[in-house]
């Protein structure tokens, strides 16, 4: 069965780190992209780049491009987000997800729960 | 950037109707769309990729159409359980936009 769960709520402070996970568990790490997302309180989706663990090949979207860092560790299978200055537009649920197959980069097929990241 | 809108914002239905809703891209994406669901508080669900391919378990009362520009998601058959933001998006490239949702409500 194929699972990605994230790291819980966070409250920070503007200018604080922060880096959350999604630990995967049931498939090939390395043989899948993963994304994350960004929804802002009531509001769509946003897409902030992808990485795939097999190379760490990352692409990010320009909108994020420098304001967040994607990585992944395959020893633990798990991908992480991060900040190093967060503020408070930052706050929204970000969610971690798996793409359909190694070469549909963009179709996200297993989601994780959502990690809640508030700034204040 | 290829921006993605859809129509209506929000609709309401009674159980059994038909429910259409349109995603229009701004310039032409081949068949590259998804459709997903997304009830309140919970992650979003696949649908529908590919335009057309209906994700495995998704009850076959949802269809999807289109290519190029304009696509349409189609719920034959609303039922209770369908009440959610219905959001589509395009994957030719990054960044993969989405559409504005649609609420669906009963």
């Known amino acids: 069965d194929v699972r990605l769960v994230q790291s819980g709520a966070e409250v920070k402070k503007p200018g604080e780190s922060l880096k959350i996970s999604c630990e995967t568990s049931?498939?090939?790490?390395?043989?899948?992209?993963i994304a994350w997302l960004r929804q802002l309180p009531g509001r769509g989706l946003e897409c902030v780049g992808i990485?795939?663990?097999?190379?760490?090949?990352?692409k990010y979207s320009p909108s994020f491009q420098g304001q967040v860092t994607i990585s992944a560790d395959k020893s633990t299978r798990t991908a992480y987000l991060q900040w190093s200055s967060l503020k408070s537009s930052d706050t929204a649920t970000y969610y971690c997800?798996?793409?359909?197959?190694?070469?549909?980069?963009?179709?996200?097929?297993?989601w994780g729960q959502g990690t809640v990241v508030t700034v204040s | 950037d290829i921006q993605v809108t859809q129509s209506p914002s929000s609709l309401s239905a009674s159980v059994g109707d038909r429910v259409t809703i349109t995603c229009r891209a701004s310039?032409?994406?081949?068949?590259?769309l998804a459709w997903y669901q997304q009830e309140t508080g919970k992650p979003p669900r696949l649908l529908i990729y590919?335009?057309?391919t209906l994700q495995s378990g998704v009850p076959s009362r949802f269809s999807g159409s289109g290519s190029g520009t304009d696509f349409t998601l189609t719920i034959s058959g609303l039922q209770p359980e369908d009440v959610a933001t219905y959001y589509c998006?395009?994957?030719?490239?990054?960044?993969?936009?989405f559409g504005p949702g649609t609420k669906v409500e009963i």
């Open positions: 590919g335009a057309s």
């Open positions: 049931g498939y090939t790490f390395s043989s899948y992209w």
């Open positions: 990485i795939f663990p097999g190379d760490s090949d990352t």
């Open positions: 998006q395009k994957y030719t490239s990054v960044p993969y936009a």
């Open positions: 310039l032409g994406i081949g068949n590259n």
């Open positions: 997800a798996r793409t359909y197959s190694s070469s549909s980069k963009g179709v996200f097929e297993i």
